[in-house]
């Protein structure tokens, strides 16, 4: 009878001990995904942020052309009133 007592015993730390160390791998593993989906997020973004860059920069042209066309639309009624 002491024998199975001890081994319980034995099987019960080493249960605790494997609990213990699936928590802490479930830790580390949950980590390891929150840092991924952070870096997926900080790449999205970048993404996004370059695109509103291009955007931008397409805008400016866009208004220079225009701007440049009325210029040379009206300068010539300026010229001849």
């Known amino acids: 009878m002491l024998i199975q007592v001890k081994n319980s015993d034995k099987n019960d730390k080493e249960n605790q001990t494997i609990k ?7 830790k580390i593993v949950e980590k390891m995904v929150l840092n991924e989906l952070l870096i997926l997020v900080a790449i999205k973004i970048h993404q996004v942020n370059l695109e509103k860059k291009q955007l931008l920069k397409n805008y400016q042209l866009i208004i220079q052309f225009t701007m440049l066309y009325f210029k040379n ?9």
Not at 20 to 26: I, M, T, W
Not at 73 to 81: D, E, I, M, V
């Open 20 to 26: 213990d160390l699936v928590k802490k791998y479930k």
């Open 73 to 81: 639309k009206t300068s010539h009624w300026l010229r001849y009133p």
